[in-house]
């Protein structure tokens, strides 16, 4: 990328969460010079701390809120076909007894949750008999019916890195590790400061300034010049907690809690159940958002009044938080606050600022589209919309992802079918990109455990934007619950050694 210090960009992107690099790669794709700024890791707040699900949002039928829905659900289908390898079909339980929504409300739910959206590659939902069906086997048998429709699950810090792969591909600049120091008006575009990893301070140009910065949104907009006041996001706190498999299916739960709220138990990394999420309001944004023995007896205490085994907080392997910035709507209750995504444009100051708040995974691809749309007056040769029917990078499986992770055993037999199945899910149809000519595990260079060998960290180092053992191990991959603290630290002690040129 040239230096992005001696040209005038046409937008400014501050935050590479999923929002920011879905507006920077859909802009990238139009035409437009798209600088995106990261201060952290991508992907490395809000998009890796979710319930990691493309969802409608059964949910939210009951708060009226149908157009998200909607757009939600026809989204899921797009996000299917375009990512693959990352967005996979998933069957969720509701179990159904005493003291519960009545059942015919659920019925009638998930009939309109089943025709709303448009679906195409789901299957219907129905009614099952948990006495009968073996997805009962782990539940109490108060519960004996219950309701299977299906949404899907993501690999939601992968699916903003493919993001941010085809924006860069597409010529976009995306700068991690540079924090926004503040934004004014010269001369009809915004100077924006910026503070990089080494200290040095940098100075960029941009015709349009988009503040897609989630959790901190609020604190980009204080550092800007000019500008009314847009808003503010409300910061509410998810906090999971990753447990040993509480049932040996594939079926995922959604579990109705006494409070109104519903608890996912989610099938994770093969050897895990997911249980999440919490809803608990933040007056700031933390340094490290983590979950408290509050959150964590709730957790336990929702999901035990469904399964038979006994649920501790100190049986979890894993517990992680992130902070949802909805857009604050004046309502008190946390798990009532809207989760759809609102758009503030400002061009007051003399050039446009635009503020996403709020917004789901689910919708980020459309919400990029939105602000694009809102922007296209300031733009008038740019293109198109496009995103809805291209894959992300990784995502042209035309036969599937099983049909490729079975090439991949013909094209590959030196190696571990296991092996070949994790990268497939990883990195689809790059996978031979990360291989190369390797066709022994020898070739791969040293193993680091889980799977995880050398030539797959250079690549991720090289062509994933990963500097950390963290981003190698919990965004890039889940393997950090396969890796103990000695692995873990070589593979830091290895990083280094790579970042260094050793």
């Known amino acids: 990328m040239a230096d992005p210090s001696h040209r005038i960009h046409d937008l400014l992107i501050v935050g590479g969460g999923i929002n920011g690099v879905g507006i920077a790669r859909d802009a990238a794709g139009r035409g437009l010079g798209v600088l995106l700024v990261e201060q952290g890791d991508l992907g490395g707040a809000t998009p890796s701390a979710s319930s990691k699900l493309i969802h409608g949002g059964l949910r939210y039928l ?9 757009e939600a659900l026809a989204e899921r289908e797009i996000l299917l076909a375009m990512a693959p390898h990352l967005v996979r079909p998933m069957a969720f339980v509701l179990p159904h007894g005493p003291g519960l929504r009545p059942a015919w409300m659920l019925q009638l739910a998930l009939w309109f949750y089943d025709r709303l959206g448009g679906r195409r590659q789901l299957a219907a939902s129905r009614r099952i008999d948990l006495a009968r069906d073996p997805a009962g086997q782990p539940l109490h ?5 219950g309701f299977r429709y299906m949404d899907c699950w993501a690999d939601d810090a992968r699916l903003a890195i493919a993001n941010a792969i085809d924006a860069r591909a597409k010529g976009a600049g995306i700068l ?4 926004f120091q503040g934004a004014a008006v010269a001369d009809g575009h915004w100077r924006v400061r910026l503070r990089e990893a080494d200290g040095r301070g940098r100075e960029v140009a941009a015709r349009a300034l988009i503040n897609a ?3 901190w949104a609020g604190e980009v907009l204080a550092c800007v ?27 995922a739960y959604l579990l109705q809690n006494d409070d109104g709220r519903v608890v996912f138990a989610l099938p994770f990394a093969e050897r895990f159940t997911l249980l999440g999420t919490t809803d608990i309001a933040l007056a700031g944004m933390p340094d490290a958002p983590s979950i408290t023995p509050v959150e964590a007896d709730y957790l336990c205490r929702a999901a035990g009044r469904f399964f038979r085994r006994v649920l501790r907080p100190e049986d979890a392997v894993w517990s992680f938080a992130g902070v949802r910035p909805l857009y604050d709507d004046g309502r008190r209750a946390a798990h009532r606050v809207t989760r759809d995504y609102v758009l503030r444009l400002d061009d007051s100051a003399g050039a446009p600022l635009l503020t996403l708040f709020g917004g789901k995974l689910t919708t980020y691809r459309r919400s990029a589209e939105r602000v694009l ?3 296209a007056r300031y733009f008038p040769r740019s293109g198109a919309p496009w995103t809805a029917t291209h894959p992300l990078p990784g995502g042209d499986l035309p036969n599937g ?7 991949l055993r013909r094209l590959y037999p030196g190696l571990e079918p296991a092996l070949l199945d994790a990268l497939a899910n990883r990195h689809g149809a790059r996978t031979a990109d990360v291989l190369g000519d390797a066709r022994m595990p020898a070739d791969l260079g040293p193993h680091f455990g889980g799977g995880l060998f050398a030539r797959e960290i250079e690549y991720l180092m090289r062509e994933e934007w990963a500097e950390t053992a963290d981003d190698l191990l919990w965004r890039r991959s889940k393997l950090g619950l396969a890796l103990d603290a000695a692995a873990r630290a070589r593979l830091a002690e290895a990083i280094a050694r790579m970042r260094s040129g050793a």
């Open 62 to 70: 009951e708060h009226g809120a149908f157009r998200l829905v909607r």
């Open 141 to 145: 048998p108060h519960f004996p019916t």
């Open 373 to 375: 749309e809102r922007l």
């Open 401 to 407: 992802l099983v049909a490729f992770a079975a090439e």
């Open 225 to 251: 010049e000019g500008v009314r006041a847009q808003g503010r996001p409300r910061l509410i706190k998810g906090s999971h907690l990753v447990l040993p498999r509480l049932h040996a299916g594939a079926d």
């Open 176 to 179: 991690t590790r540079a924090r």
């Open 213 to 215: 910065a989630g959790p």
